[in-house]
């Protein structure tokens, strides 16, 4: 069992470049989410899905596009990386149960010049 | 808009003491995650507490809840080297799906 996984782990962009990060997750889990981590700011969500074929802004969306064609993934999108993009990317997946705790995956640490 | 303000943001202890971590939050939340980050690492989860006057204990770590000051505080009881990480809440905004992040405690326990 898997959990949440990121590929890939490290890049390192020029500006103006483009990329995609997968995130995978095997635990059928319906709400998916990507976070971006700056040193002290905490972690600020980019976007979310709550199902397949479903994507919502979140508090930083800016700059990123999404996509979730099937329950198992998510996608995030740079069409054109700046430097303010420099971050360390987490992806995260939940069930809808009450009770169920939120997994996330191991982070891409992304470099923009 | 869900506001989350953790503090300390940055705690260092002599092991064998005693602290707690607080994290306040402005609106209504149906429940709230506590996590622990080791540094390059990613986040694992610690507690959820689904109520309010919940109560959860883990080893060394205690965390609660109550709703109705928008409150949840993480005690450490006698500190130890292993419990230094970076410690997040994040509550669960009540209508909606999304967590929202504190900054997070950075705890240094000391020999």
């Known amino acids: 069992n898997a959990g949440v996984t990121q590929t890939p782990k490290f890049r390192v962009l020029k500006t103006g470049q483009s990329m995609t990060l997968l995130c995978a997750q095997d635990?059928?889990?319906?709400?998916m989410y990507w976070y971006r981590q700056d040193p002290g700011m905490g972690l600020r969500l980019i976007h979310y899905s709550v199902g397949e074929g479903t994507t919502a802004k979140g508090e930083v969306p800016d700059g990123y596009n999404v996509s979730r064609l099937k329950k198992q993934n998510f996608l995030l999108g740079l069409e054109s990386a700046a430097p303010s993009q420099t971050s360390v990317y987490f992806c995260a997946s939940r069930s809808a149960g009450v009770t169920d705790t939120q997994y996330f995956g191991p982070g891409t640490r992304l470099t923009v010049l | 808009e869900l506001k989350v303000e953790q503090n300390p943001l940055f705690l260092s202890m002599q092991e064998g003491k005693n602290y707690t971590i607080y994290c306040n939050y402005s609106t209504t939340s149906d429940r709230l995650y506590w996590y622990r980050q080791d540094p390059g690492k990613s986040l694992e989860s610690l507690f959820v507490?689904?109520?309010?006057?919940a109560v959860k204990q883990e080893g060394r770590l205690m965390a609660s809840l109550d709703t109705k000051a928008r409150l949840s505080t993480l005690h450490i009881t006698a500190a130890v080297h292993d419990l230094s990480a970076t410690y997040f809440c994040?509550?669960?905004?009540?209508?909606?799906?999304?967590?929202?992040f504190g900054e997070g405690t950075q705890l240094t326990v000391n020999p």
């Open positions: 994040a509550p669960k905004e009540t209508s909606g799906s999304r967590l929202t």
């Open positions: 635990m059928n889990h319906e709400y």
């Open positions: 507490l689904l109520s309010n006057g």
